[in-house]
């Protein structure tokens, strides 16, 4: 498999995570964060890495608040 199929690969996986803990969030009845990792999701197309980042922030947010 080439580097770029990889890279891909990951990037899309990272997006799908991304949705589905929003998912997970709007679900909880928690639509701010929700919004808040789609908007990440979002970013994630163009940004690798984003969705991942906007998931930890918010995890990191809710424990020490």
């Given at each position: 498999?080439?580097?770029?199929?990889?890279a891909g690969?990951?990037?899309n996986a990272s997006t799908v995570t991304t949705?589905?803990?929003?998912?997970?969030e709007i679900l909880k009845?928690?639509?701010?964060?929700g919004l808040f990792l789609l908007g990440a999701a979002a970013l994630s197309s163009r940004v690798p890495g984003a969705?991942?980042?906007?998931?930890?922030?918010?995890?990191?947010?809710?424990?020490f608040r």
């Open positions: 498999m080439p580097t770029s199929d990889r690969l990951l990037k949705v589905i803990d929003a998912a997970m009845g928690r639509r701010l964060g969705g991942t980042a906007a998931s930890l922030l918010l995890r990191a947010y809710r424990r």
